[in-house]
């Protein structure tokens, strides 16, 4: 059980049979009656926001989640295929299921996936990828890092703006939180 004194942000709960991460909370005294606390959280399996008060005091259940490291072997149609790199098991999820984390996954890359209560639910994809440009506008001479920037589709589909001199062909560090470039790897 997880009292309300120890919410944080990226907290895990289960609230309503339902695994939240707290995006946010607010604890607010009131004049004379007891404390509140406001939830700001997202829903793990479905990612829809939930906003929820608490009373000070009150108490939440620990969800049954556990992490396993996975390899991404490789998508057909909307389903993603993962394997255990302990026991060999494969797994599938649903593009919906994977969210964002689609735009980053390249065949053999080892990802976490959530299960809850032993069910596959959502994948968690490093913070930093390193990935190929396929296709963008050409550099030309006199580009320079921090004149400007341009689209560049990378090896996976995602389209994420890069600085002028880059071109196809290019190595790129990738932030997966924001999607944003990093720098170039050589």
Do not use: C, W
């Amino acid at each position: 059980m997880i009292a309300t004194s120890e919410f944080r942000k990226g907290l895990r709960i289960e609230f309503k049979g339902e695994p939240f991460e707290i995006a946010d909370f607010q604890h607010v005294k009131m004049g004379r009656g007891g404390a509140i606390v406001r939830v700001k959280m997202k829903n793990i399996r479905t990612g829809s926001v939930l906003e929820e008060t608490f009373r000070s005091g009150d108490k939440v259940e620990t969800p049954m989640l556990e992490e396993k490291a996975m390899q991404y072997l490789y998508g057909q149609d909307d389903l993603y295929y993962f394997m255990d790199t302990e026991s060999f098991e494969q797994v599938h999820l649903t593009e919906e299921q994977l969210g964002e984390s689609k735009r980053f996954l390249v065949e053999n890359m080892v990802v976490k996936v959530l299960y809850y209560k032993e069910v596959p639910i959502t994948v968690e994809v490093p913070t930093f990828v390193e990935l190929k440009i396929v296709q963008t506008e050409p550099g030309f001479k006199g580009d320079t890092a921090t004149g400007g920037s341009k689209s560049a589709i990378l090896e996976t589909g995602a389209t994420v703006k890069v600085p002028l001199h880059l071109s196809e062909g290019d190595v790129i560090k990738v932030d997966t939180r924001t999607s944003e470039y990093i720098e170039r790897v050589k």
